[in-house]
């Protein structure tokens, strides 16, 4: 019975479903990710912080990254190969910095912790 369920999934599904189904039944592995760094990781507002990170796909995919910062989005392309990016904040507070990578089936996700202070009143 399963093999007719999935022949009736490839024809449903057309070529781009047969590609999906066939990573799926090949195992695809998630992106793994090594170190995410945040430096400075604590200063006074407007803070620069650079964010460094290493990221691999075992099967060779492309990589797409997510850098969350609070309510804010960044996109990062080919994020296997760029791997790093900078954010000001300009509010003080805590933040929870989030990586989010994705090879086009799986997903992996760091965080690193943020802290940014009062700014120097003068």
């Known amino acids: ?25 090949d195992g695809n592995q998630p992106p793994v990710l090594g170190d995410f760094v945040a430096e400075p990781a604590e200063g006074r507002a407007l803070l620069l912080v650079g964010f460094s990170w290493s990221a691999a796909d075992v099967e ?6 997510t850098l969350v910062y609070g309510g804010e989005r960044q996109q990062v392309e080919n994020c296997g190969e760029v791997t790093h990016t900078f954010h000001t904040f300009a509010e003080p507070g805590g933040y929870t910095v989030v990586l989010q990578v994705h090879d086009g089936m799986n997903r992996a996700a760091r965080s690193v912790a943020v802290r940014v202070l009062e700014p ?3």
């Open 120 to 122: 120097e009143i003068r």
């Open 60 to 65: 060779g995919d492309t990589l797409s990254c």
């Open 1 to 25: 019975m399963p093999k007719r369920v999935l022949g009736l999934l490839l024809i449903t599904l057309g070529l781009s479903g047969c590609q999906l189904i066939q990573d799926q039944l």
